[in-house]
């Protein structure tokens, strides 16, 4: 499903190398954690795959399926079936929750040649998963993510999820933020969507996420690379002993 | 103070080039008008409040032509139950308007002498000659003398529905001169709407007179033709607890200068002035408000928000003026515009001056360019570009848009404005 191979990326602006030959295969069906302390490239990661501007890929590749993501636009990727949950939601002033989610959904069945979603079916299909995420009708009604609490601002991201069922999910840092609470509400949302079709890749710093959303691979990220992969077990070790003993241990 | 010889020379090759029309009744405010006129003078680059905005298109004895765009729209508004009448270039079209009937409203013509209308007499250039001070606003004047025709309304009750200004542009030379008065009595209320270019070169005066407790509302879209000049004028006095609306639309037009005088000269008063414009290329659009508050706990809202490209040029200038005692004034301003590229321009000069102690008044201008962050946000959810980026203009148009109360007047405008956008992407 995502596969990317020897991926090197820098700013833009200065000369800084930030991944440095990031190899990683999600197969459909499969949940990946990337774990890491600050500053190891998790996010660069993320925003890298869905073509965010201000880096610059100086090696490697990165393809979903058969699409080559690093020769697509954003809207394209997103179209293709990459979905990225934001550690950080953007507040739109000005454009309505109901507007931005109706048009996102059938800007992406536009682009893939698929019919519109009439308005009732759309009303229908928002009201069910909203509902499941214990957003409301008010929610519904506001500016995107404008005067959201942080754990509303992750529903919401989940919701985007639900209606634009994509292939490949990428979550950042999804739990930060969220009180126990939210986060079971969160889990739960990304749970109902796991299916033998779909990958996600769950960036985290805490094993607490991955109680909720049980992976079936762990990665640790250190300096651009990922230094070493295993199962749930792995999760476990980071959040008993930290990251020195690993980081140590693969230098 | 009599003009400099070089004003007063074109100022008097300019009213030469005009004829005087025999009013009847307002033959006396025509006259008076013409002489403030010699004494200010047209304006010029160099006066003050023409120093962002040149007024020379608006001038000239020659009308700078304008192509007709001649649009298979439906025109705004037309959708609406409205009493409709029109001017064609500025000659009214009977045959196209409604009878000038409606209950509790009295609807006239300013070109029709033959009747003597007492209450439009006492009126009649009296809005505009109070608002020439302390700002000169010479088009205004020479729009008392000149007008030659504008619908004079009186308003004793609460009228049933809208009444719909029409202006349909025909010819490419055309010259408009519209002046129209509005008298709402005590507790009246009432709704104009105005659409379309007019003519090829617009000179409106638009006086209203909002007694106590009337309510008035104004919605306008200037029409889309790209080449067409015009100056308008909106003078208003407000009674007690007295309500005045206006919300202006532009998409278009070379050179575009509104300007709103608002007098609050009765307690607990409103005034709300707000305005939209997208320009793209040869577009220059004028705002110019004054707000003189004049009475105890009087609310004003100024919120203009323009959309800029390809060289457009916006222009604001808005006051607001506090005078001693008008205490417990909230006044508040804010301008902004978002430019979509680095060759427009966006003017602006708030001015607050305030003579009383006990007030709220604020103000704020900013100019930026489309949020990055929201832009990627939109696109990583699979919305193109260009649609994202008409999404995120329409959210910035959208808290003047707003002003407008009625929703289906707003939802009419916000068509027109994604029209617009849709035609104008980049």
Redesign the interface.
Known sequence: MLNIKDLHVKLEEEDKQILKGVNLEVKAGKVHAIMGPNGSGKSTLSYVL????GYEVTGGSAHLGEDDLLEM???E???AGL??A?QY???????GNM??LR???N??RK?RGEEEMSAADFLKEVRARAKDLKIDADMLKR?VNVGFSGGEKKRNEIL?MAM?QPKMCILDETDSGLDVDAMKLVSEGVNALRDAGRGFLVITHYQRLLDHIKPDVVHIMADGRIVKTGGPELALEVENNGYADILSEVA | MAAPAEKQNTTEVRIAALDLPKGGWSDAARTEALTRLRVMGLPERRDEYWKFTRPDALTSVDVPTAAVLGTKEAPVFSEMDALRIVFNDGVFDAEASDDLAMAHVQISRLADSSSDIHWAAGLYGQLEANGQAPVARPLATLNTAFATDGVLIQVVGQAPKPISLVYNHLNKASEAILHHVIKLDPGAKLTVLEAGPAAARLNKVMEIDVADGAAFHHVRAQGSDHERCAATHIFARLGQESVFKSFTLTANGRLTRNECVIELTGDDAIAHVAGACVGDGDFHHDDTVFVTHDALRCESRQVFKKVLRNGAVGVFQGKILVKAGAQKTDGYQISQSLLLDDDSQFLAKPELEIYADDVVCSHGSTSGAI????L??????????P??TN??T??????AVEEIEDENLRAALVDQLEGWLERHRS
Do not use: K
């Open positions: 869905s073509g965010r501007d636009e954003p809207e990727r997103a179209a979905f990225l934001f939601p953007v507040e739109i002033p000005g454009v507007t931005f048009t996102s959904v800007a992406q682009a500016p985007q634009l | 949020d990055e962050e929201a990627f946000y939109l696109r990583s959810r699979g919305v193109p570009a649609t994202a999404l995120l329409l959210a910035f148009l959208a808290e």
